[in-house]
């Protein structure tokens, strides 16, 4: 039995809950307007404003790098330098989600 993983059923999920997800995983940043606001947790970045995630879309950008993504599951793969696989099953579990499904 194989088990592949639903990332849009994840990501969509992820969705709901990403003002949460982004304060737990970059807690001195900011809510403005439909973005989060932080500094980039991966390097030494002196103030926030260069890494950004849209809150209603999952996209995120650290403009200063170039590093982007435009789901919950980039981010979580970059930000913990995770495989996306890896970073689905993980967010799958901590949405209380199975994420997997047998074929």
């Known amino acids: 039995m194989r088990h592949t993983l639903d990332f849009a059923a994840i990501n969509s999920a ?55 993504g435009g789901d919950a599951i980039s981010l979580a793969a970059y930000l913990f330098e995770l495989r996306q696989s890896e970073a689905a099953r993980r967010l799958a579990r901590a949405l209380s989600l199975s994420g997997v499904r047998d074929e």
């Open 14 to 68: 992820a969705l709901l809950v990403l003002p949460a997800l982004c304060a737990r995983w970059m807690p001195r940043g900011k809510r403005i307007g439909h973005e989060y606001v932080a500094k980039n947790p991966t390097r030494v970045d002196k103030r926030a404003g260069s890494f950004k995630v849209n809150l209603q879309t999952g996209r995120w950008a650290d403009f200063a790098t170039g590093h982007k």
